[in-house]
């Protein structure tokens, strides 16, 4: 052992080389067996591979065939060890199923140790069951309802894992019904009717009939009680999840149960007030204010864990809080904890009175720099509310707010408060100016250019119409002077719209816009002379304001054709078509076309693209946009793409065309979508007038859906046209054409779909933030992945959401056998959705997952895994 740097904590086995320890292997075959050396040997192999070293297959199989000789040694700490390493070598060696034998050997012995440890050993060397043969089954099958409860958990804990590998081993383990029932019964041993129940229940999930009886013969034992708390807990879960699939209504019996649960563990009293509170939505409120004086009533407990879990589930409780609870969060606000103080703190915010409001505020003002990020937008949102219930404080809550931007923060956090902020403007009535002024001085000091941009463009849209809109002038030009490009570039676009709101600043704006002339950056310079040109000819503003009523490219094209007719007659803008006539792109036209924006996790948005489609104006905001899905070869003559963008209550589809014929001109070109069954309805199409040869245009066809529905389903699609012959020497079209159809691929509406890439900052806290309470976990046998590099890929790009947290695959760097990988996204751009994959790369082939996805929409989750 050697000491590290600074002399302190003894580091084992620093430097061992994986090399080494191979060639040691040789004291497994010594005679007599020396215990000492042999556990000695094992647990540095135990060290490297929990270390993150791999063996290679080759270096692996040797020492699992080596340690296979230590079957012959009585020692019981050896044989403990040697079971341990097997398992943990079983991933990389190749031929394990061989020492199945001496496994099945040691699962007759009479030493129940042995037993339990040769069911677990055995249960990681195979991943099909039918190798087992009725020998092993029914070996497994005795060790369930064995005596010795570490044996019968042994065998639960090992089934439960073996019905996630694969589909065969479900349906052998669902044979064992009989034997799982009668261990679940077992009151001598917490762990093994906790195992039972959970292993019953994943042997019935899909069968509802049986699920009902099973949560009803559980209810009913209420009365004598459980004998495992950690069997209460679990079925309490059980139950929360029944209940919300049924309705409070048709599951009766269990609503009774939650309320009435009553354990002498308070692990259990805690499970059920959280459940209770979970189901707030669908349960009456005199069963919340149940709930709620219980976890009031440990609020007073010496544990500052209980009491930060207490608070934190009573912070999402709408229900009301007594005159009893608010006294005892009172006495929480000077807790030695700070997670326990902002907690109590935040709940009296909402909950208190208005008189209180004040001195709540200074208390909490005292530790706000102390505490993390994820607490502040806790304290955020609870000024919100506070500030909707008593508008009268509306002065001092905003205070509060600037005040807290001043301080260290990152992004996420700034940007909540700067949103909370503008939310309240909005919404309350007398604090535009108040707001605007406090954000003045924020961005005088912000090390963020996204959030500055989004402030200027805030002080553009709602200075002009203030009562004294002069004193914003100075801050936004400061930072013209004293900003970055991006930041210069947002502030000149602001401060010109102040020149074209208010008549009396014109002149001090247009002198301001001159002084930007001389920018180093050519885009500012730019921006400047265009603003300042329209200042100085008002007849402009209406084309920079955008309020004419009528595409730009429509406009654009009419005028051309008016000054090519060369007619006397004024120019009529009510002329112009108000439906969109796209003009086809040639391909290199196309690279110097505006582009949609792309995002820094590579997502691309097509909003201010679409908005200018007048047909899709009225659909509201684009929630979420798919890639580029091809629809035809590309070597055809009609090459085909389709983008699908998620609406509140619509599905457009996009289809990007392009003629690659050269002597053909194809007019009222149309994709024509049907939809067999599902909640979709066709309700109108976007022709494309004309596509010409080597040129991309642009169709859509809009879709119907239930509102807050986010269904699935396949559409068979065909492209329509008019196509007529083209000279290819003069580039003359014949007057006359044909209508032909062309039939494309179909295009699937998924559950990613409705995805939005999205990287978290902060995942470990989003995933700590929304608990186990709002998680659903589900595991799959993944056959058609060769390596776990390949999995991590599909299995991100199929729920299109982003790695995270650094857990993407790297080869070289990531282990080949196993893998952990965080993926975050938002569900429809508003809901957070983090997920977490365990694989774990099969000797035999293929992949085991075990999928948890976590967010505030149990909808959601049950979505997001059952698309797998």
């Known amino acids: 052992h050697k000491k590290d740097d600074d002399g302190g904590d003894i580091i084992p086995f620093q430097g ?7 060639q040691e292997r040789r004291v497994f075959n010594e005679t007599p067996v020396d215990p000492r050396k042999c556990c000695h040997l094992m647990t540095k192999v135990l060290y490297l591979i929990n270390s993150g070293v791999e063996f290679s297959s080759q270096e692996a199989t040797d020492l699992f065939f080596a340690c296979t000789k230590l079957f012959q040694s009585q020692d019981p700490i050896l044989r403990r060890m040697t079971y341990l390493v097997l398992k943990e070598l079983t991933p990389y060696a190749k031929d394990v199923i061989i020492v199945c034998a001496s496994l099945t050997k040691d699962m007759n012995s009479k030493n129940n140790n042995y037993r339990a440890n040769a069911i677990r050993a055995l249960c990681c060397a195979v991943d099909d069951m039918a190798l087992l043969g009725q020998q092993g089954d029914r070996l497994l099958k005795q060790a369930v ?13 090992s089934a439960y894992h073996l019905s996630h590998v694969s589909p065969q081993n479900n349906e052998i383990i669902k044979r064992w019904v009989q034997e799982v029932s009668e261990a679940s019964k077992n009151s001598q041993s917490n762990l093994v009717s906790y195992h039972a129940l959970g292993l019953l229940y994943r042997i019935r999930k899909h069968d509802r009939l049986a699920v009902s009886r099973l949560a009803s013969a559980k209810a009913s034992q209420q009365s004598s009680g459980y004998s495992s708390p950690f069997e209460a807990c679990l079925f309490i879960r059980i139950a929360t999840s029944l209940i919300r699939e049924t309705g409070p209504e048709a599951s009766a019996s269990l609503v009774k149960f939650l309320q009435g649960c009553k354990h002498s563990h308070a692990m259990v009293k805690f499970e059920a007030a959280k459940a209770i509170c979970s189901l707030e939505d669908v349960l009456p409120a005199s069963a919340i204010s149940t709930a709620v004086s219980m976890l009031t009533s440990v609020l007073s407990g010496s544990k500052p864990a209980v009491r930060v879990s207490a608070l934190r589930i009573l912070n999402r409780v709408k229900a009301p809080v007594s005159s009893a609870s608010c006294h005892e969060l009172e006495s929480l606000v000077s807790d030695s904890n700070l997670s326990v103080a902002t907690l109590a703190i935040s709940m009296l915010l909402k909950t208190g009175a208005e008189s209180s409001v004040e001195s709540h505020l200074k208390t909490l003002s005292n530790f706000m720099i102390d505490i993390s990020d994820e607490f502040k937008c806790n304290v955020a949102n609870a000024i919100k509310g506070l500030c909707h219930k008593y508008p009268r404080k509306k002065t001092v809550l905003l205070n509060f707010l600037a005040k807290s931007l001043r301080d260290d923060g990152h992004f996420e956090y700034k940007s909540k408060v700067v949103d909370t902020m503008m939310e309240l403007m909005r919404e309350i009535p007398g604090t535009k100016e108040e707001t605007l002024l406090h954000l003045c001085e924020f961005i005088e000091d912000c090390e963020y250019t996204d959030l500055a941009c989004r402030i200027l463009y805030t002080l553009g849209e709602e ?7 002069s004193k914003y002038i100075r801050y936004i030009f400061n930072r013209i002077i004293l900003e970055n490009p991006a930041v210069r570039c947002a502030a000149v676009q602001s401060l010109s719209k102040y020149g074209r709101k208010c008549p009396s600043l014109h002149n001090r704006v247009c002198l301001l816009l001159k002084r930007c002339f001389g920018d180093s950056h050519a885009v500012v310079r730019e921006s400047a002379l265009v603003h300042y040109k329209v200042l100085q000819n008002s007849e402009l503003n209406s084309y920079v304001d955008n309020s004419l009523g009528v595409p730009v490219d429509n406009l654009v094209s009419t005028l051309q054709e008016y000054l090519g007719n060369g007619t006397a007659k004024p120019f009529d803008i009510n002329t112009v078509p108000k439906k969109v006539k796209q003009q086809p792109k040639k391909k290199d036209e196309k690279r110097d076309a505006p582009s949609p924006v792309v995002t820094a996790t590579g997502a691309i948005n097509y909003s201010e693209q679409l908005a200018k489609v007048p047909e899709l104006a009225d659909l509201g905001p ?3 946009s798919s890639k580029v899905i091809p629809l035809t070869e590309k070597e055809t003559e009609y090459i085909v793409t389709c983008i699908k963008h998620m609406y509140e209550e619509h599905v457009v589809l996009q289809f990007d065309c392009n003629n690659t014929l050269e002597d053909q001109l194809l007019e009222d070109v149309s994709v024509k979508v049907e939809i067999d069954e599902g909640e979709f309805e066709v309700v109108e199409e976007i022709p494309l007038e004309s596509l010409s040869y080597d040129s991309v245009g642009t169709t859509f066809v809009i879709i119907q859906k239930e509102p807050e529905s986010n269904p699935t389903g396949t559409f068979s699609c065909t492209l329509k046209f008019t196509a007529k012959e083209v ?14 159809e062309y ?3 179909e295009v699937e509406v998924t559950v990613a779909d409705y995805m939005t890439s999205w990287i978290s900052p902060n995942p470990t806290a989003l995933w700590d933030t929304l608990g186990e309470e709002n998680q659903l976990v589900e595991k799959y046998a993944l056959s058609s992945f060769k390596t776990l590099e390949v999995a991590c890929k599909e299995i991100a790009d199929f729920l299109n959401m982003t790695p995270c947290g ?4 790297r080869p070289g760097a990531s282990s080949k056998s196993k893998h952990l990988l965080l993926l975050s996204g938002k569900f429809l751009g508003r809901t957070d959705v983090v997920a977490r994959s365990r694989m774990k790369l099969n000797p035999s082939g293929g992949v085991a997952m075990e999928l948890t996805v976590r967010s505030t929409d149990p ?3 049950s979505a997001l895994c059952n698309a797998l």
């Open 463 to 469: 200075g002009p119409t203030t009562k004294c809109a």
């Open 622 to 624: 684009v929630l979420a």
């Open 145 to 157: 309802v064995d005596k010795d409860a570490y044996v019968s958990t042994s065998a639960l804990v």
């Open 806 to 809: 650094q857990t993407d695959y």
């Open 16 to 22: 061992l080389e994986t090399g080494a320890v191979v």
């Open 727 to 740: 000279d290819t020497t003069t580039g003359e079209a014949d007057e006359s054409g044909f209508e032909d």
């Open 743 to 745: 039939q494309l691929e």
């Open 859 to 861: 909808e959601v989750n």
